[in-house]
């Protein structure tokens, strides 16, 4: 089945960007996702891409897409502190009829002052 | 706000008791998801409704926990005889589409 691994914390200054990096291993994945959880939260939807693209850009937000090596990123472009939460990547697949979403355990962003 | 809704958002039961949420889902949104997360894990798929058919079942949906959408909008999923290992946060999403909206759980703690 699909697995899709993040590092677990990402540390970043107030004001620079953050790079959160995703791989999956289903090559089939057709849409790929980034969520946000913050405490006691459920997951908001940032953006999401399907696998013909490479690239999609949404105000602050980038998501870049290596179809070749399976690896998603997400930047944000001047990080604030609102932006400190878990960061989950989610691929959806074809295979077993559910069209679900497979997560990642979720990266924690850490703004630092 | 017509996000999707859940209740309760707490539920603290004891081992063995039963329990029962409820998801309203984003009207008109024909898909819906049940998933559970458990601290430090991602969301897992649970199981999965096209209007009122229920389509698709996880091997982790034991045969403790049963899910209906009966007239294709709202669902409930209910847990018997609850275990300590059921304690998660439990998430229901929909969707007409590809993006799928969550809405804020039931975190069910059993003592």
């Known amino acids: 089945g699909e697995d899709v691994e993040q590092s677990l914390f990402l540390s970043v200054r107030e004001g620079d960007s953050s790079v959160i990096n995703c791989t999956y291993t289903?090559?089939?994945?057709?849409?790929l996702y980034w969520y946000k959880q913050e405490p006691g939260a459920g997951l908001q939807l940032l953006t999401y891409i399907f696998s013909n693209m490479d690239m999609k850009q949404d105000q602050r937000l980038t998501v870049l897409l290596n179809k070749k090596d399976k690896h998603l990123s997400l930047r944000i472009a001047d990080t604030q502190t609102g932006d400190s939460a878990i960061y989950f990547c989610a691929a959806m697949y074809s295979g077993g009829g559910a069209d679900g979403l497979t997560f990642g355990k979720g990266t924690h962003l850490i703004i630092q002052p | 706000d017509t996000g999707v809704s859940q209740d309760p958002r707490h539920k603290i039961t004891k081992r063995g008791q039963n329990v029962t949420f409820r998801c309203d889902p984003i009207s008109e949104h024909n898909r819906l998801y049940w998933y559970r997360q458990t601290l430090g894990q991602g969301p897992e798929f649970l199981t999965y409704?096209?209007?009122?058919?229920?389509?698709?079942k996880s091997r982790l949906l034991s045969d403790r926990f049963s899910a209906e959408r009966p007239k294709g909008s709202f669902s409930t999923l209910e847990i018997q005889r609850t275990e300590q290992g059921d304690s998660a946060m439990y998430l229901c999403?929909?969707?007409?589409?590809?993006?799928?909206?969550f809405g804020n759980g039931t975190r069910l703690t059993v003592t």
């Open positions: 409704f096209q209007n009122e058919a229920q389509l698709e």
């Open positions: 999403a929909s969707t007409q589409g590809r993006a799928l909206h």
């Open positions: 289903d090559s089939s994945s057709t849409y």
